[in-house]
T-cell receptor, first 117, second 109 residues
């Protein structure tokens, strides 16, 4: 078990371009989360998947953002028409299957640092 | 939504000192995690502790759920303990972590 992995680790793009990030969760973890962290702040929730179903999206996730988890394994986060305000660290986390109403540890990947020029 | 407040925001200590970081939260939670964020941005799990006390080497944590706070203790600090420490909580049914603003710990040699 190598933990949560994310690719790329760094991305520099020009305003208006589209970018896509990938997250590979810990194997057999059925829950996958995306968070965004700006400088000096704690991470903020964006969206989460249980298997391939996207069950919740934050209001932070504008219509320029889309996330998928097509086979319930890896996930992609795409940002269309990037803006300078999208510059942030994008973090992915996964957690194992839970009992109803229960909770469990979320394990985070190393993040993708996006810079929009 | 739930509020998570961490204190102090910044803490500067000499190597070998002990420290206590505090996390207050405004609602009942069914998940509380402490993380250490290293200089490269990686969030490293320290504790999953919705209630009770746990210890791992020089680190220990206590959560008093009924009084809505958690404490992280670091003993005999080392320079490698430097970084930002985050507390994050999850309320029942919410399926997401809400993070505090963090405590930036600097350990000087």
């Amino acid at each position: 078990d190598t933990g949560v992995s994310q690719d790329p680790r760094h991305k520099i793009t020009k305003r208006g371009q589209n970018v896509t990030f990938r997250c590979d969760p810990i194997s057999e973890h059925n829950r996958l989360y995306w968070y965004r962290q700006t400088l000096g702040q704690g991470p903020e929730f964006l969206t989460y998947f249980q298997n391939e179903a996207q069950l919740e999206k934050s209001r932070l996730l504008s219509d320029r953002f889309s996330a998928e988890r097509p086979k319930g394994s890896f996930s992609t986060l795409e940002i269309q028409r990037t803006e300078q305000g999208d510059s942030a660290m994008y973090l992915c986390a996964s957690s194992p299957k839970r009992l109803a109403g229960g909770a469990d540890t979320q394990y985070f990947g190393p993040g993708t640092r996006l810079t929009v020029l | 939504g739930i509020q998570v407040e961490q204190s102090p925001p910044d803490l500067i200590l000499q190597e070998g000192a002990n420290s206590t970081l505090r996390c207050n939260f405004s609602d009942s939670v069914n998940n509380l995690q402490w993380f250490h964020q290293n200089p490269w941005g990686q969030l490293i799990n320290l504790f999953y502790i919705p209630s009770g006390t746990k210890q791992n080497g020089r680190l220990s944590a206590t959560t008093v759920a009924t009084e809505r706070y958690s404490l992280l203790y670091i003993s005999s600090s080392q320079t490698t303990d430097s970084g930002v420490y985050f507390c994050a909580v999850e309320i029942q049914g919410a399926q997401k972590l809400v993070f505090g603003q963090g405590t930036r710990l600097t350990i000087n040699p």
